[in-house]
């Protein structure tokens, strides 16, 4: 089991009402696509929102930060036991 933190920050904390979860999730090489069907079934008001509905991406205004490196949608990433995990929306300027 890998257990890991998301910290979750914006929209995603607000729509959840929670600024932290504790995920245990069940694979040892476990990625992004594991990582957002376990915080799914544990936060289902974000999907649509914070994660495309019926898949397990991110939207396109979301993001985590993974030992300060950024990931995005399409980025493949591991997730490691004790990882601190930060979901993020991505800052819009102009």
């Given amino acids: 089991m890998i257990t ?3 910290e ?3 929209l995603s904390a607000e729509l959840a009402g929670i ?3 504790i995920l245990e999730l ?3 090489n476990a990625g992004m696509q594991e990582l957002i069907r376990a915080l799914k079934k544990r936060l289902p008001e974000l999907d649509g ?3 495309k509905k019926d898949e397990y991406v991110l939207a ?3 993001a985590f930060n993974i030992n300060g490196q950024f990931y995005s949608g399409s980025d493949v990433i591991m997730v490691h036991d004790g990882d601190r995990i930060r979901l993020l929306t991505a800052a819009i300027g102009g």
């Fill in 4 to 6: 890991c933190t998301i």
């Fill in 8 to 10: 979750l920050y914006g």
């Fill in 19 to 21: 600024s932290e979860v």
């Fill in 26 to 28: 069940p694979e040892k």
């Fill in 49 to 51: 929102i914070i994660f």
């Fill in 60 to 62: 396109d205004d979301q």
